[in-house]
């Protein structure tokens, strides 16, 4: 599977295990509610800095967003 959809399936479900919308996770991680959408709708190309503030704000490891 692609990179980028391994991230959005897994940021999604990760987000969806701690109950939180689009727009929490947005505000957790200092993004937009849009750009996380992009993510993961696979739309968007985030760099390896959005990934680990995205990481940082779910509280895992950057490899469990990207595995």
Known sequence: MDVRKRLAA???????ERGWSQETL???????RTYISGIERVVK??????????AAALDCRMS???D
């Open 10 to 16: 897994n940021m999604k479900k990760l987000r969806k």
């Open 26 to 32: 947005a505000d957790e991680a200092g993004l937009d």
């Open 45 to 54: 190309n985030p760099t390896i800095t959005v990934v680990e503030r995205v």
């Open 64 to 66: 469990d967003l990207l």
